[in-house]
């Protein structure tokens, strides 16, 4: 199958089954008594899905996915984002995609038989955990959680936050990025460790929420380590290389992330134009009000940018690499979140009340949307990163342009 042909199953897939079924995953999360694991029609999208062929598009395919390189997929990861159950619908969450390719890249015959087959297959979830809650997640360097070597084992102590999906009954495994060298060179401080989310001592506290919202079925919660032993062997790459391995996802990672702000956006543009196409306000329909042509016009043209950068950037990190490309992920990073909450915030202030309930995902989208100007990198960091790039690019021109002396 071509990748035009591709994108627009998934997009019939996504306009056909998966956003009618959002009302009715509303309802069965509502009504579930536990609201941490699949509900039923979600269950069964998956199932549809993966029979469909619809599955683990950026994979490789003796992985089960389609090997579709950074520039074709991007086009379909904004189509699954015109839901937020989108992306987990196809097995296309960017934690299973990033986390997956580590196990791929680095775990063992055995770790890679009993978790990253079920993986793979749908059948188990996983999580990253990195945060600490009174150590800033900007530099992950200076994070604190401590991991001690006793003979065979690692021995796990402390707290980590902010872990997307550990509260699924369908995870199965933690990835857990701590300390072990302590005293070292900042970025060989830390080593990624696969802890089993039955591990003994391994318990879950708080689960956050998003502007209100607690994000079942997955939810944020604190997991809490009281003398926690693995064996050394489920330790992801050598001693130290904790920090490395997370950076290595960051190109699909961050294609995929700024593409879903796009498809957000896209859906939250689709939801405003047959809104108020047939909203009365004052004996007139708000189209026919310049303001309304005004945002609708904006939000066309910062969705269409937006996506121009994202392919531009992922044809770049494709070509020349992740390395190559750094200042432009930074600027994808901090542009395409900026545009969805923009766009959306106009579709929400048209809806008026409705804007801001679940007869509309509006709200819903915002919210997410929002906490990805803070996760992986806030906008402030990326900005700074970009602005030093660019001095030295304009140093550099500045000396080549210099005329040789005389």
């Known amino acids: 199958m071509t990748t035009n042909a591709l994108v627009k199953e998934l997009e019939d897939f996504m306009v056909s089954r998966v956003i009618p079924a959002e009302p009715t995953i509303h309802h069965q999360l509502a009504a579930a008594k536990n609201r941490w694991t699949y509900p039923q029609v979600m269950r069964e999208l998956r199932a549809e899905a993966k029979a469909r062929g619809l599955w683990l598009f950026p994979l490789p395919e003796r992985l089960g996915g389609k090997g579709l390189s950074l520039t074709e997929y991007a086009p379909l990861a904004e189509r ?24 791929d890249q680095t775990a063992s015959a055995e770790l890679k038989d009993r978790y990253l087959s079920r993986l793979l297959a ?23 959680f401590a991991v001690t070597r006793n003979g065979d084992d690692y021995v796990l102590n402390g707290v ?5 999906g550990a509260a699924m009954e369908e995870c199965e495994f933690i990835l857990l990025l701590g300390a072990t060298a302590p005293e070292a060179a900042r970025h060989a401080r830390h080593s990624l ?29 604190d997991l809490i380590f009281d003398n926690v032993r693995v064996p050394v062997t489920n330790r992801l790459g050598n001693e130290g290389e904790g920090f490395a391995l997370v950076q290595t996802t960051l190109g699909v990672g961050r294609i995929q992330l700024g593409m879903g702000c796009v498809g957000a956006a896209e859906r939250a543009l689709q939801e405003m134009c047959s809104w108020v196409e047939t909203r009365v306000i004052g004996g007139r329909p708000l189209v026919e009000r310049g303001v309304v042509m005004d945002a609708i ?3 066309r043209i910062e ?11 992922a044809n770049l990190v494709q070509t020349q690499g ?9 600027q994808a990073k901090v542009l395409a979140p900026e ?8 579709a929400m202030q048209f809806h008026g009340g409705a804007g801001f309930s679940y007869d509309t995902p509006l709200a819903e989208m915002w919210a997410h949307q929002r906490t990805v100007r803070i996760g992986e990198g806030a906008d402030e960091v990326h900005r700074e990163l970009v602005g030093k790039f660019e001095l030295t690019r304009q140093r550099a021109f500045r000396a080549a342009s210099k005329p040789a002396a005389q």
């Not at 699954?80 to 196990?103: E, K």
């Not at 990253?128 to 992950?140: F, L, Y």
């Not at 545009?339 to 106009?346: E, H």
């Open 193 to 221: 460790i696969l802890v089993p989310a039955n591990a003994p001592g391994l318990t879950k506290g708080r689960i956050e929420t998003v502007m209100g919202f607690d994000d079942a079925p997955y939810g944020h919660c």
């Open 122 to 144: 749908g059948d188990a979830r996983s999580c990253i955990s990195i945060t600490e809650r009174d150590v800033p997640s900007s530099d992950p360097t200076d994070l604190k």
């Open 339 to 346: 545009m969805a909450v923009r766009v959306i915030d106009r």
């Open 322 to 330: 992740i390395k190559a490309a750094r200042s432009e992920v930074s």
């Open 80 to 103: 699954m984002n015109w839901s937020n159950y989108g992306p987990d619908i196809f097995n296309c969450y960017s934690g299973t995609i990033s986390n997956a390719t580590i196990l």
């Open 160 to 164: 980590k936050s902010w872990a997307t």
């Open 297 to 299: 016009a904006r939000s």
């Open 303 to 313: 969705i269409d940018q937006a996506r121009a950068f994202l392919v531009y950037t």
